[in-house]
C-alpha cells in the first residue's frame, strides 16, 4: 500500500515525519499543503482533517493525523530500528512521557515566539507585537530548563543514549525557534541543549538541513 504525506515545511511537526521517512528508507508520495495559501482549509482537507492543520498522513484508503500518532504508526507498520521507538515496555515509556510533554512543555513556547516574530508577520501580514515578543521569549526559558533538566540530563539523547522519534520532535521545535532573529544566540546558555543539537543534526543530516532550508526560504518569502 502506497504512504502519502500531506505536510509543508514550515511545520515543525510535519517536518518530524518527513525525516523519520526519509531516515528509515519509507517510501511516501509528498503533498505540499501550503498553509501560506490556506490549502489546510480546503474541503478536501479538511474531509480527512478536520482540525485543518499538518501533517496527515495516507495509507491506502487509511488517514492519520497528529505526528505523534504517525510516528508510532510509521515505526511499527516498518518495523524499525528498535531505537526509534523502543519495544521495550519501561524505554517507550521513557519516549511516551517526552512526546506528552512536549505539546505544551516545549512546543507551545517555542510557537508562540514563532507565530509572533516570523509566522504571524509572513503567513498573516500582522506586525510582530515586541511587547509580546518579549514575554513570549521569557517563558522559553524556563521551558529550555525543564527540557534539560527533566529529559536530557547528561545523556547523549533525550530518552537515553540512543536517538529516538523523541528526539526528532525535539530538534524541530528547537531548531524552529532559533531561526527568529530574537532567539538565534538563545542556546548560549544551554551548553548541554546546543552540543545535543549537534549530536542529533550529525544524525539526520542531510535530511534536516534541506527541510530547514526549504522552511528558511518560505520564511524569507
Ligand atoms: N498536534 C499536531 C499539531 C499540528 C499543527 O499544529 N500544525 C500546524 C503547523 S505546525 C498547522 O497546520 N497549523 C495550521 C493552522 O493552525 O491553521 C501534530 O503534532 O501534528
Known amino acids: ?4 504525506i500531506y505536510y509543508d515545511v ?3 511537526p510535519s517536518r518530524a515525519v518527513l525525516i523519520f521517512c526519509k531516515m528509515n528508507g519509507i517510501a511516501y508520495t509528498g503533498k505540499h499543503i501550503q498553509l501560506k495559501k490556506g490549502d489546510h482549509l480546503s474541503p478536501e482537507y479538511t474531509s480527512f482533517n478536520p482540525a485543518q492543520v499538518v501533517p496527515t498522513i495516507k495509507d491506502g484508503d487509511f488517514y492519520l493525523g497528529e505526528s505523534v500518532a504517525i510516528l508510532r504508526y510509521l515505526a511499527a507498520k516498518y518495523k524499525v530500528a528498535d531505537h526509534w521507538y523502543p519495544a521495550d515496555l ?3 515509556a521513557r519516549v511516551d512521557a517526552y512526546l506528552a510533554w512536549q505539546h505544551t512543555g516545549l512546543r507551545a513556547p517555542c510557537l508562540d515566539v514563532v507565530m509572533e516574530e516570523v509566522f504571524a508577520v509572513v503567513l498573516m501580514g500582522k506586525p510582530c507585537d515586541p511587547k509580546e515578543l518579549k514575554r513570549k521569549i521569557g517563558k522559553l526559558t524556563p521551558s529550555f530548563k525543564k527540557f534539560e ?10 530518552c537515553g543514549e540512543q536517538i529516538s522519534v523523541a528526539d526528532i520532535m525535539a530538534l524541530s521545535e528547537i531548531v524552529q525557534v532559533l531561526t527568529c532573529p530574537s532567539c538565534k544566540d538563545f542556546l548560549k546558555d544551554f551548553p548541554k541543549i546546543a552540543a545535543w543539537k549537534e549530536r542529533v543534526e550529525s544524525i539526520l543530516n542531510p ?3 534541506e527541510l530547514v532550508d526549504q522552511m528558511q526560504a518560505v520564511a524569507n518569502s
Open 1 to 4: 500500500m502506497s504512504l502519502t
Open 10 to 12: 514550515v511545520s515543525q
Open 90 to 92: 519501561q524505554a517507550r
Open 149 to 158: 533538566t527533566i529529559f536530557l540530563k547528561d545523556q547523549k539523547f533525550v
Open 207 to 209: 535530511y534536516h538541513q
